[in-house]
């Protein structure tokens, strides 16, 4: 990894203090919509009268497993579309070729054989 692409940002979680990050510059946007999305969803929950009985970190653990869950359901989402895809092209590998097989070479009969039988 060039170290000349590696940036180090803070990002805050939540009411959790500040936490330093070493990066790659390409990463930044991905680690800032991460930050902001588990921040929103940490505000949202932490307002809501349903929670009330729960601490921060109870919400922050909460917002933590939604994420985990979400990340997993799309990982095996993704895995299965892979499958699928891979399915199809054996699919159409097979048809294509198929399509560009050479033909048997049609053979005369026996010219020695009786006709008709």
Do not use: C, H
Not at 46 to 72: G, N
């Amino acid at each position: 990894m060039n170290t000349d692409r590696i940036i180090n940002i803070s990002i805050r979680i939540a009411d959790q203090p500040r936490i330093p990050l070493r990066i790659p510059r390409d990463q930044e946007d991905i680690v800032r919509r991460a930050e902001a999305n588990v921040n929103e969803l940490w505000q949202k929950w932490s307002a809501m009268d349903e929670f009330s009985d729960k601490s921060s970190t109870e919400i922050l653990a909460m917002v933590t497993f939604r994420f985990a869950q979400l990340y997993f359901g799309n990982l095996e989402a993704s895995q299965q579309l892979d499958a699928t895809l891979a399915s199809l092209e054996g699919e159409f590998d097979t048809l294509l070729l198929e399509d560009i097989r050479p033909e048997a070479p049609v053979t005369d009969p026996d010219p020695s054989a009786p006709a008709g039988d």
